[in-house]
């Protein structure tokens, strides 16, 4: 494990001056480290390159690779290649070489075949990196069809989704690639370091005029260093030895504290822990918490069939220097996923099916050596944000038995709030992701509509689900959701990441700088009192990190919220179960959903009333749109309280449908407006201050961070600053 901890900022000696990163934000950068730049037949060697000088840069990669492994920063390789119908090769660079008159070296353009297959064409063999640099599990691979890294690629939205601000760059050509990826990384805000050994030309003096070029006039592209001053400022802070490639876990295997925590567990795991370890520790802890809430779990997976799959995952995995990212991570997922060979319930068993494949965003973190653990409770239908409407129990807040856990998503944020699991797949429609979140004191992140897959979910609202993730961290969060996000062609309301993302700002006090706005006063008069003290504080947090509170607008979010079950939003509901269900089984529904449904069902809303609700949908999205797009400096966001109070489940029960509505003020406007959410704890009080004739056991608060469609990279990250702001404060 790694000596100690990266500090917030590291300095190597460099051109023109010296270059200072932080290690959270910065990641290495491998260009173009292919056989077909790199050996004997490939498309550098056909060109006329002289391999020996790439070749040269080999050695000096690999010790700058293995130096951010055993660090354990972010790395990045690149591929030159295209697809195989070249489809995406312009059509001057297929032809350039033929096209010459005095060409008299070769007549193999792209796609020909070559000693290693067709030439710079994705899948072949040459295309493919050498042996001696090969990703690990969890490294990003970019197959680029141009010279520059970011051209056509999602390298952009890579970097923004880690919070990345300073690349580390090694790889080839200098004079080709490495330096058009430079460039084009400082057009984009970028601070970018070449290092100078672990780079080569096929001619010497276009290395040294690269590495002139990139520094000149005070670092007009960037900073060129040395491999030796990466090595002295990372060092210390390696696992083990950078220049080593192979670990022997200790003889005998570490024992597990219990801690569940992605980092710790996965520090635990290369030093020796075994899975099955944690899978015997983990079920007597569930077991155990089982006596003071039963209602967690609709399935957990028997201890056998556990122990079975973490001793796969080991006699998978046995190097432990090549670990996949959640290996061994241990996860719920709500009962609304398919998972093969389980009955998906959602809480309702008159609708229960076994199903035949598993949910698109389960299979991926599965492939990443994730380990499930059971499927979750929650509201029936995944309607309500109370979690008190499941025929399977009523789960409880984790800090108060007496108090409500939250809704639709339960059981799953039950699950991470107790340390069950690390992390949990649910859902977000109206808020079932956040309000939840906020009761148990952890992470709810409501990502863009559309861009994690919901294929294998059984719908609440078809077209407004969201995928939700729950963790106990800002950074546990977005390590899964990186892993889970993705374009989907098979799933129908699946959106594609932007084309053209926004610069970042790496430097200065840009860099920080973010604006917020709020609801009025007399909005965030529903709160109760002590809620409304400590958003108060929470807001006062927000502005030490950087935030400037500017006035908001409050009534295209007023009016979205009122839409989705004052409108016609709700008759979607109704549309996703079959035709004729709901009068034929509406004696099997939870009472407060059956006298919801029923009364959607007596509006006999018209066709034009649903039209009518739809247009008024796209006024107000656009008009928020342009709230969040407003901003002349840093991500504009708006702030809310995650829900306005917090009450007991005898009080839930008195009056559900009143109470569930106050719940959502803050929070069902979100997915009609297409906006991303993190909901994030910011402390703790005395239950006295919430309820007369209350005791001193601590209850939650949080707050939710809304922004626009596409700018979770950017909330993700001003969520990780406050919370680190109040883990510091507190």
């Known amino acids: 494990m790694s000596l100690k901890p990266l500090p ?39 060109q006329g390159g002289d391999l020996t000088h790439v070749q040269a840069s080999i050695a000096p990669t690999k010790r700058l690779l293995d130096l951010f492994r055993h660090a354990d920063m972010h790395v990045f390789h690149t591929r030159e290649g295209h697809k195989p119908d070249l489809s995406d090769c312009p059509s001057s660079k297929l032809i350039r070489q033929a096209a010459h008159p005095q060409n008299t070296q070769h007549g193999l353009i792209i796609g020909d075949k070559g000693a290693m297959g067709r030439l710079l064409t994705r899948g072949e063999y040459g295309h493919d990196l050498i042996d001696e640099l090969q990703p690990v599990p969890g490294e990003v691979v970019i197959d680029k069809p141009g010279k520059g890294a970011f051209w056509n690629t999602d390298l952009m939205l890579e970097l923004r989704a880690r919070a990345i601000t300073h690349l580390v760059v090694a790889g080839v050509t200098s004079e080709c690639c490495f330096q058009g990826t430079i460039r084009e990384g400082n057009d984009r805000g970028f601070e970018c370091c070449g290092v100078i050994e672990a780079t080569a030309g096929y001619l010497p003096a276009l290395k040294e005029a690269t590495l002139k070029v990139i520094p000149w006039s005070q670092g007009l592209f960037g900073f060129v260093g040395g491999l030796d001053g990466f090595e002295k400022a990372l060092g210390p802070y390696c696992r083990d030895s950078p220049l080593t490639s192979t670990i022997t876990p200790p003889a005998t295997p570490p024992e597990w504290d219990g801690d569940v925590s992605l980092a710790g567990l996965t520090s635990a795991y290369r030093q020796g822990l075994s899975p099955v370890t944690v899978v015997q520790t983990l079920y007597k802890k569930i077991e155990t918490y089982a006596k003071s809430d039963a209602a967690v779990w609709i399935h957990l997976q028997p201890l056998d069939v556990l122990l079975e799959a973490a001793r796969q995952l080991q006699a998978q995995y046995p190097d432990r220097t090549r670990l996949p990212p959640l290996f061994g991570i241990p996860f719920s997922i709500k ?29 991926k973190v599965v492939a990443e050596g994730a380990l499930f653990i059971g499927k979750a409770n929650l509201d029936q239908l995944a309607t309500g944000l109370s979690g008190c409407r499941s025929p399977f129990g009523i789960p409880r807040s984790v800090y108060h038995k007496e108090y409500i856990s939250g809704g639709s998503s339960s059981g799953n944020a039950v699950s991470v709030g107790a340390g069950l699991v690390t992390f949990a797949i649910a859902t977000d429609t109206a808020g079932s992701g956040r309000v939840p979140a906020l009761f148990n004191g952890v992470i709810g992140f409501k990502p ?48 594609r990441l932007p084309a053209r993302p926004h610069h970042i700002n790496s430097l200065g006090s840009q860099a920080k700088a973010f604006t917020f706005g709020c609801p009025p006063s007399e909005v965030l008069a529903v709160c109760s009192p002590v809620y409304r003290k400590m958003f108060d504080e929470a807001i006062q947090v927000l502005q030490s990190i950087g935030g400037v509170r500017k006035p908001l607008d409050w009534s295209p979010f007023e009016k979205a919220g009122k839409l989705l079950y004052d409108g016609t939003l709700v008759s979607e509901r109704l549309a996703s179960l079959p035709d004729g269900w709901f009068e034929a089984n509406k004696d099997h529904l939870d009472p407060t959903i059956q006298e919801i449904f029923a009364n959607v069902v007596k509006r006999e809303s018209t066709a034009v009333q649903v039209f009518r609700d739809l247009q008024a949908m796209a006024v107000y999205t656009r008009q928020a749109e342009k709230i969040f797009d407003g901003s002349p400096v840093g991500p504009y966001l708006v702030v809310v309280p995650s829900a306005p109070t917090h009450y007991k489940v005898s009080e839930m029960l008195a009056d559900p449908i009143t109470k569930n509505s106050i719940l959502g003020t803050f929070t069902q406007f979100a997915n009609v407006l297409d906006l991303t959410g993190l909901a994030v704890p910011a402390g703790t009080y005395p239950e006295s201050e919430l309820s007369s004739g209350g005791g001193q056991a601590r209850l939650p608060f949080g707050i939710t961070m809304l922004g626009g469609s596409q700018t979770d990279a950017e909330l993700l990250e001003i969520g990780r600053r406050f919370e680190e702001a109040m883990n510091s404060a507190s």
Request: glycine share 6%; proline share 6%; hydrophobic share 40%.
């Open 448 to 495: 863009t509509r559309g861009t994690i897959s919901a294929r294998g979910l059984t719908p609440a609202c078809a077209s407004l689900d969201c995928v939700t993730l729950m963790a106990k961290t800002v950074e546990e969060v977005r390590k899964v959701w990186n892993i889970c996000t993705g374009y989907d062609e098979e799933y129908v309301y699946a959106k």
């Open 335 to 363: 009962d609304s996923f398919d998972v093969k060979g389980l009955p998906t319930t959602t809480a309702c068993p008159p609708l229960a099916f076994t199903a035949e494949k598993s949910a698109v965003v389960f299979e």
């Open 8 to 46: 917030e900022s590291l300095t190597v000696d460099a051109q023109p001056y010296a270059f200072s990163f932080p290690p959270r934000h910065t990641a290495l950068l491998v260009i173009d480290m292919q056989r077909d730049f790199l050996l004997e037949g490939g498309f550098g060697a056909i």
